[in-house]
């Protein structure tokens, strides 16, 4: 039966808490994509009305909204969260809900559920192609921080692995919890700078990252002394922590605002003329765009009303993103994206500095990351359709 009937989808992002700096560029991508959904005839002349519910960065309240939306508000998808404890809040909905989450950040893989789809990039899209970048000095030495929980222990962990491989060190490594206040951060760069790392690897999001960064600059310390890299700070951080606070500092990333294809810029211009507001465009905000389109997309081409038929909809589509040509993996349900490498700017942008020519296979179930051989080879196997990384400048 044919209906002319709304569709309700779920938006689950906080514009507020410790954890809005990424996750409000995330709401307005999802809201300028649903726009320009509708604006475009909507799903087959059926208008697509977003659901909207603020978290506050809290795990427990994601899960709560969830519930809410798929048991009172009846949408059958969500597109939310930012954290790893977000997400797995929320996947414990869906599955008992038979509902579906896409997911717009980055993570660290190894988890798989048919109500979830991820359009973040995993290690071995950009832990590997940051370690490369960061070994092409020999022997760094490194200081890895970040929050206590999944999702910075396991980069923590990998980005050592790789590092060692690589004939580097690890001559730290500290969590601090999310009750961590400047005091606690005041402390940890004072045990950094006793360790005396060439790079202090950082996986701080939100509030945290702001309060690491105040605390580094505090100290004296700056970029061309302890370089600070990241898979996280993105624009929407250095606005927060006040671009030349992170300038020169690295963040791998598959999305940066500055890039010069058609495809971003002319993205960015519609944003902009749209909304009448600045972007603020990031990793986050392209993956946001993106999966509201690939959803809508997969909505048009089955039946909207039928889970089923959304997902396989998703699954093997393409897009023509802001970062490039991306693609859903069929089998586990991730995103093929472009990993680039970018140094911060005082006017709060990156300079790509390192770049993929192809997008790059997920591989969310690696168990070992290293590098292997005098050539510094990633002991990957990926098949000749879907190549390794290769970065200009650098050994491969």
């Known amino acids: 039966m044919t209906s002319d009937q709304p569709i309700h989808i779920g938006v689950l992002f906080s514009g507020t808490g410790r954890t809005a700096v990424t996750e409000r560029s995330m709401l307005a991508a999802t809201e300028f994509a649903i726009e320009e959904i509708n604006a ?18 809290d795990p427990a309240a994601y899960q709560q909204l969830a519930e809410g939306l798929v048991s009172e508000d009846k949408v059958r998808v969500i597109l939310g969260c930012y954290t790893s404890s977000q997400r797995k809040a929320v996947l414990s909905v869906v599955d008992r ?60 962990r990998i980005m050592g692995d790789l590092i060692r491989s690589g004939g580097g060190e690890i001559v730290g490594e500290t969590y601090l919890d ?14 950094i700078r006793k360790a005396s790392p060439d790079i202090i690897f950082n996986n ?30 993105s624009e929407a951080d250095l606005r927060d922590i006040g671009a030349s606070a992170a300038a020169g500092h690295i963040t791998a990333a598959s999305y940066f605002a500055s890039q010069a294809n058609v495809t971003n810029q002319s993205c960015l211009a519609r944003f ?27 909505m048009r081409g089955g039946d909207p009303d039928n889970l089923g038929s959304i997902r396989s909809g998703i699954l093997g589509a393409s897009f023509d993103a802001p970062q490039g040509l991306v693609s859903l993996d069929a089998l586990n349900a991730h995103c093929y994206v472009w990993p680039k490498v970018g140094v ?8 790509i500095v390192a770049e993929t020519n192809c997008a790059v296979r997920p591989d969310p179930y690696r168990t070992t990351y290293e590098f292997v051989g005098d050539a510094g080879v990633f002991s990957d196997t990926a098949p000749p359709s879907t190549p390794l990384p290769r970065i200009s400048g650098l050994r491969q």
């Open 272 to 298: 902009r003329t749209r909304r009448n507001e600045e972007p603020y465009a990031n990793m986050c905000w392209d993956a946001a765009y993106t999966q509201a389109h690939v959803v809508a997309q997969a």
């Open 40 to 57: 475009s005839g909507g799903i087959n002349g059926r208008e697509l009305c977003p659901v909207i519910r603020d978290p506050m960065g």
């Open 178 to 191: 999310d009750m961590a206040t400047p005091i606690h951060f005041d402390a940890l760069i004072r045990r």
């Open 97 to 156: 809900q038979s509902a579906l989450l896409c997911y717009a950040a980055q993570y660290e893989g190894f988890e798989y559920s048919e109500n979830i789809v991820y359009f973040g990039a995993v290690p071995n899209q950009n832990s590997v192609f940051l370690a490369r970048y960061l070994l092409k000095d020999p022997a760094p030495r490194l200081y890895i921080v970040g929050s206590d929980y999944v999702w910075p222990r396991e980069s923590g």
């Open 204 to 233: 701080f999001v939100g509030e945290a990252n702001r309060n690491f960064y105040e605390a580094y600059v505090g100290s004296g310390l700056d970029a061309r002394r302890m370089m600070v890299a990241s898979l996280t700070t």
């Open 344 to 351: 911060a700017r005082d006017d709060g942008q990156f300079d």
